[in-house]
Nanobody, 119 residues
Protein backbone atom coordinates (compact mmCIF):
# COMPACT_ATOMS: atom_id res chain seq x y z
CA UNK A 1 0.00 0.00 0.00
CA UNK A 2 1.09 3.52 -0.77
CA UNK A 3 0.22 6.42 1.51
CA UNK A 4 0.74 10.14 0.96
CA UNK A 5 0.76 12.59 3.85
CA UNK A 6 0.52 16.30 3.14
CA UNK A 7 1.08 19.35 5.29
CA UNK A 8 1.45 23.08 5.00
CA UNK A 9 -1.88 24.50 3.94
CA UNK A 10 -3.62 27.39 5.64
CA UNK A 11 -4.93 30.92 5.36
CA UNK A 12 -2.73 33.60 3.84
CA UNK A 13 -3.24 37.14 2.59
CA UNK A 14 -2.89 38.00 -1.09
CA UNK A 15 0.77 38.36 -1.97
CA UNK A 16 1.81 35.97 0.78
CA UNK A 17 3.58 32.63 0.62
CA UNK A 18 2.99 29.06 1.70
CA UNK A 19 4.99 25.86 1.39
CA UNK A 20 3.30 22.50 0.96
CA UNK A 21 5.01 19.23 1.76
CA UNK A 22 4.13 15.66 0.90
CA UNK A 23 5.83 12.41 1.86
CA UNK A 24 5.00 9.05 0.36
CA UNK A 25 5.47 5.70 2.06
CA UNK A 26 4.96 2.11 1.05
CA UNK A 27 5.91 0.20 -2.09
CA UNK A 28 7.19 3.01 -4.31
CA UNK A 29 8.86 2.24 -7.58
CA UNK A 30 11.69 4.57 -8.62
CA UNK A 31 10.03 5.32 -11.95
CA UNK A 32 7.40 7.77 -10.88
CA UNK A 33 6.07 11.29 -11.14
CA UNK A 34 5.34 13.36 -8.06
CA UNK A 35 3.19 16.42 -8.32
CA UNK A 36 0.46 18.69 -7.04
CA UNK A 37 -3.10 19.15 -8.21
CA UNK A 38 -5.77 21.48 -6.89
CA UNK A 39 -9.54 21.66 -6.91
CA UNK A 40 -11.52 24.82 -6.27
CA UNK A 41 -15.23 24.72 -5.38
CA UNK A 42 -17.34 23.95 -8.44
CA UNK A 43 -14.31 23.28 -10.61
CA UNK A 44 -12.50 20.21 -11.84
CA UNK A 45 -9.24 19.06 -10.34
CA UNK A 46 -6.32 20.54 -12.27
CA UNK A 47 -2.59 19.99 -12.46
CA UNK A 48 -0.50 22.61 -10.68
CA UNK A 49 2.98 21.19 -11.14
CA UNK A 50 4.66 17.84 -11.70
CA UNK A 51 8.22 16.59 -11.22
CA UNK A 52 9.06 13.32 -12.97
CA UNK A 53 11.90 10.98 -11.97
CA UNK A 54 13.43 11.93 -15.31
CA UNK A 55 12.48 14.66 -17.72
CA UNK A 56 11.07 18.15 -17.51
CA UNK A 57 9.13 19.78 -14.72
CA UNK A 58 5.68 20.98 -15.75
CA UNK A 59 3.74 23.96 -14.39
CA UNK A 60 0.25 25.19 -15.06
CA UNK A 61 0.39 28.51 -16.91
CA UNK A 62 -1.48 30.18 -14.07
CA UNK A 63 1.32 29.48 -11.56
CA UNK A 64 4.45 29.87 -13.67
CA UNK A 65 6.89 32.30 -12.08
CA UNK A 66 5.11 32.13 -8.71
CA UNK A 67 5.20 28.47 -7.67
CA UNK A 68 8.22 26.18 -7.47
CA UNK A 69 8.06 22.41 -7.17
CA UNK A 70 10.94 20.40 -5.77
CA UNK A 71 11.45 16.82 -4.70
CA UNK A 72 13.72 14.68 -2.58
CA UNK A 73 13.60 11.27 -4.19
CA UNK A 74 15.59 9.65 -1.37
CA UNK A 75 12.82 10.68 1.03
CA UNK A 76 9.97 10.15 -1.45
CA UNK A 77 8.97 13.73 -0.78
CA UNK A 78 7.71 16.56 -2.93
CA UNK A 79 7.29 20.21 -2.03
CA UNK A 80 5.45 23.19 -3.48
CA UNK A 81 6.68 26.68 -2.67
CA UNK A 82 3.89 29.13 -3.44
CA UNK A 83 4.73 32.82 -3.63
CA UNK A 84 2.72 35.88 -4.64
CA UNK A 85 -0.48 34.03 -3.85
CA UNK A 86 -3.73 35.27 -5.33
CA UNK A 87 -7.34 34.72 -4.25
CA UNK A 88 -7.82 32.52 -7.32
CA UNK A 89 -5.23 30.12 -5.90
CA UNK A 90 -7.74 29.20 -3.19
CA UNK A 91 -8.40 25.47 -3.45
CA UNK A 92 -7.81 22.10 -1.89
CA UNK A 93 -4.33 21.00 -2.94
CA UNK A 94 -3.67 17.31 -3.48
CA UNK A 95 -0.33 15.56 -3.61
CA UNK A 96 -0.12 12.99 -6.42
CA UNK A 97 2.23 10.06 -6.94
CA UNK A 98 1.99 8.42 -10.35
CA UNK A 99 3.75 5.05 -10.48
CA UNK A 100 4.92 3.92 -13.90
CA UNK A 101 4.72 0.23 -14.87
CA UNK A 102 5.92 0.07 -18.44
CA UNK A 103 3.04 1.58 -20.41
CA UNK A 104 0.66 1.45 -17.44
CA UNK A 105 0.32 3.95 -14.61
CA UNK A 106 -1.30 4.01 -11.19
CA UNK A 107 -2.20 7.18 -9.33
CA UNK A 108 -2.08 7.63 -5.59
CA UNK A 109 -3.46 10.70 -3.82
CA UNK A 110 -3.00 12.50 -0.56
CA UNK A 111 -5.92 13.55 1.59
CA UNK A 112 -5.76 17.16 0.44
CA UNK A 113 -4.84 20.34 2.24
CA UNK A 114 -6.84 23.56 2.12
CA UNK A 115 -5.17 26.73 0.88
CA UNK A 116 -7.17 29.91 1.30
CA UNK A 117 -5.94 33.26 0.00
CA UNK A 118 -8.00 36.10 1.42
CA UNK A 119 -7.64 39.45 3.07
Amino acid sequence: QVQLVESGGGLVQPGGSLRLSCTASGNIFPRNVMGWFRQAPGKERELVASFPYAGDITYADSVKGRFTISRNSARNSVYLQMNSLKPEDTAVYYCNLKLLYGSATKDHWGQGTQVTVSS
